[in-house]
């Protein structure tokens, strides 16, 4: 059984090699907010355990059960996001801090009986698969709302990125997953996207919030 410490080092080697070619010691350092050294000995003994695959100026990887791990604390991540959602009423930019500290609880029946009452939903409140009990994600084809063309009506499915400041942003431009944007035109200049949605004519977004709003065509 993993410490919540460890855990975390499981979490973000799986989101890092999900960015980006490859994970090093100095790229998950900085993502934890540690020193290399410190990053350096949690990762040997994720090695020692079986979890993952590391030898000296080479590349981090998880090991087939280091990743299985690591789905299964964030299918705990975001059933708890959902469940303060969806049963709790608690704001999407008000969750994260709190599913951080519930995903360590090791108590396989207690997310369970969470996943039953939720219906088991596949997606979280940020619209990221949740993973399967046996830590398989269902990865979906999405388009940022910044690469799509002018004329189409677009729903938002899955937001990028999801910090809270981001997340306060969009509730002040009263923008919630589902929202059905129609793509007026985009600035050949700074790329900022002019959109209309449900009570917003002529609303700008600019290419930063276009590029971590993942949408999909809905039908006329």
């Keep these: 059984m993993a410490s919540p410490t460890a855990e975390n080092y499981l979490k973000a080697i799986f989101h890092l090699s999900d960015q980006r070619d490859k ?19 949690m990762v040997k003994t994720l090695k020692q355990d079986g979890l993952v695959a590391h030898e000296k100026y080479r590349p981090i990887e998880l090991t087939a059960q280091g990743r299985k791990v690591a789905a299964l604390i964030i299918r705990k991540h975001r059933l708890t ?21 519930i995903e360590h609880i090791q108590a396989p029946q207690f997310f369970e009986r969470m996943d039953e009452m939720l ?55 009263e923008i919630a997953l589902n929202t059905i944007f129609e793509l007026q035109s985009v600035d050949s200049f700074d790329g900022s996207l002019r959109v209309s949605y449900e009570g917003h004519n002529a609303e700008v977004l600019s290419k930063m919030v276009g590029d971590r709003l993942l949408v999909v065509g809905e039908e006329s």
């Design 119 to 173: 219906g088991h939903p596949q997606f979280d409140p940020h619209g990221s698969p949740i993973p399967d009990k046996n830590g398989t994600i269902h990865h979906h084809s999405f388009r940022k709302l910044s690469e799509c063309t002018p004329g189409q009506k677009l729903r938002l499915v899955a937001v990028m990125e999801a910090g809270d400041e981001f997340l306060r942003h969009l509730n002040q431009r």
């Design 23 to 41: 994970v090093t010691l100095t790229s998950l350092a900085e993502e934890l907010g540690v020193s290399a050294p410190t990053a350096n000995s």
């Design 81 to 101: 996001e959902m469940f303060l959602v969806e049963r709790m009423f608690f704001g999407w930019e008000e969750v994260h801090a709190i599913a951080e500290q």
